[in-house]
């Protein structure tokens, strides 16, 4: 049935459930339909969208192995979507801790980012991640060329961040980046099998033609 359905379709069903996190923080933030964010509003709104904006991460980058695995080549369509959302919900993340946490104040901020290992860790992966939406467009990728697939290989170490942003500041439970971090793995070393059977295969083949 996933199949069969059309690419446009497709677009609609991400950018809806990739959406639905955007409207439930709005209506808690507003009280609307019995919402809210609890004792420490600031505190929530922080850990959804940074939790989000992680979450699509994976997502983007589980889109490759499961459209081979799968054989739904369709589904490469809603890769640059989710990954925009992704990157717009880490923004957002951004946002809340700079304007709303630290009120804009840049000393307890640089202060932060020196002393909070987990912060400059999450630093660095929304830096790397702010070249990969500018160039999201297919203009740019046109532009580029095979430099556009080498700089968003970037998404593999973004990754990584992300994951041990998130670890570093668990206080207690560490099951869910436990598990986050083994998605990461599935992943990544999914990716690199391939690439190790590409770099056989290749040899194999200079080996036959020489």
């Known amino acids: 049935m996933l199949r069969s359905l059309k690419p446009q379709t497709l677009k609609w069903i991400a950018f809806l459930a990739a959406s639905a996190p955007l409207m439930w923080l709005i209506l808690d933030t507003f009280g609307i339909a019995g919402g809210s964010l609890g004792a420490n509003p600031v505190e929530a709104l922080l850990h959804r969208a940074g939790w989000w904006g992680l979450m699509l991460l994976l997502v983007t980058l589980a889109v ?43 000393g307890p901020i640089l202060e932060d980012i020196v002393e909070r290992p987990y912060i400059t860790v999450g630093l660095a992966a929304f830096v790397l991640l702010i070249p990969l939406a500018v160039t999201s467009t297919n203009a740019s990728r046109r532009r580029l060329k095979a430099r556009w697939n080498q700089l968003h290989k970037l998404v593999y170490p973004i990754g990584v961040l992300g994951v041990w942003h998130y670890w570093w500041q668990v206080k207690q439970d560490i099951t869910v980046p436990l598990i986050l971090a083994a998605i990461l793995c599935a992943l990544l070393g999914y990716r690199y099998a391939n690439w190790l059977k590409r770099r056989r295969r290749r040899a194999a083949r200079a080996q036959h033609a020489s």
């Open 64 to 106: 490759t192995p499961v459209r081979e695995l799968t054989g739904m080549a369709a589904l490469i369509q809603i890769r640059r979507l989710v990954g925009l959302y992704a990157f717009f919900y880490v923004v957002l993340h951004v946002l809340v801790y700079t304007i709303l946490d630290q009120r804009m104040a840049l």
